[in-house]
Every structure is written in structure tokens, then in C-alpha cells.
């Protein structure tokens, strides 16, 4: 496992989402209040960035801006149609104020 840190909690913005490209990848993180979650930014309908959608905070969802499929931000889990298949997610942590995500 390779963790990485990514950002100062305090430079997330409540109730949105931030894509952090990395070689192989991007992440989508999420803050919603105190919590902060991490999903692949890749959608899995199509080949689509996550971060570029809404984050429905009651539902702690991220919604997909093409076609509105949404996920689960703490599993990744689809809960809309179109998307049929999860997308992965990512153990997040804040430590001494800074945003690291585990990869595996
Ligand atoms: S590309 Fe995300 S729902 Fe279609």
C-alpha cells in the first residue's frame, strides 16, 4: 500500500468535489463537513470525470455530470441509473491537518 498526501484539509471546499491526477489515475475527494472520502474520478459508465459532478450531500452521493449516474462516495456503490457497475474508493485520513488517501 502507498499512502499519499494530497492537500490541506482546510483547502477543501465544504460540499465539493477536487480531482487529483496522478500517473496512473485521478481521484475524486470529497468533503462533506468534517468527513472527506475518496473515489476513483473515473466514472464507470463512460470514461468521464467524477469531480466534475455534484456532490448530493445529504445522500453522500457524487453524481455523474454526463449522465447523472450516482455513487456512493464511502463504497463506491452505483445508485443510479445509467451506471451499473461501482466504482472503486479509496481509505482517506486527515493527519495533522493533511488529506492522505491509501492506494492499494
Ligand atoms: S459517463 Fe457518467 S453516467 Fe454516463
Known sequence: ????PLCPFD?????????????HMALAVVRIGDEVFCINDRCSHEDFSLSEGEVLVEEKELE??????????????????????????????VRDGMVEVTLP
Open 11 to 23: 483547502e477543501l471546499v465544504d460540499g465539493t468535489s477536487r480531482r487529483f491526477p496522478l500517473d
Open 64 to 93: 455523474c455530470a454526463r449522465h447523472g449516474a450516482t455513487f456512493r462516495l464511502d463504497d463506491g456503490t452505483p445508485c443510479s441509473f445509467p451506471a451499473t457497475t461501482g466504482v472503486a474508493t479509496y481509505h482517506v485520513a
Open 1 to 4: 500500500m502507498t499512502v499519499i
